[in-house]
């Protein structure tokens, strides 16, 4: 979980949102549950996210989230 929340915030700094939430999406894949930085990480980069693509974004992690 540190070593996925700590590459998502990179993405996060770089402005790589789309990255963090395919990190973000993978967790799962890999059986590794986010945790509340984890998601923190992913929604701020999404947030840093360009126009409409980015909202799009944002929801789709925190949607995701809720699925769980």
Do not use: F
Not at 27 to 34: A, L, S, T
Not at 60 to 65: E, F, K, N, R
């Amino acid at each position: 979980v540190i070593s996925y929340s700590a590459a998502i915030s990179a993405c996060e700094k770089g402005g790589q949102w789309e990255k963090a939430v395919e990190l973000l999406n993978s967790m799962q894949g890999r059986g590794v549950e986010p945790n509340v930085i984890s998601y923190s990480a992913a929604i701020s980069a999404c947030e840093k996210g360009v126009g409409e693509s980015g909202r799009a974004a944002q929801h789709h992690a925190l949607s995701w989230g809720e699925a769980k």
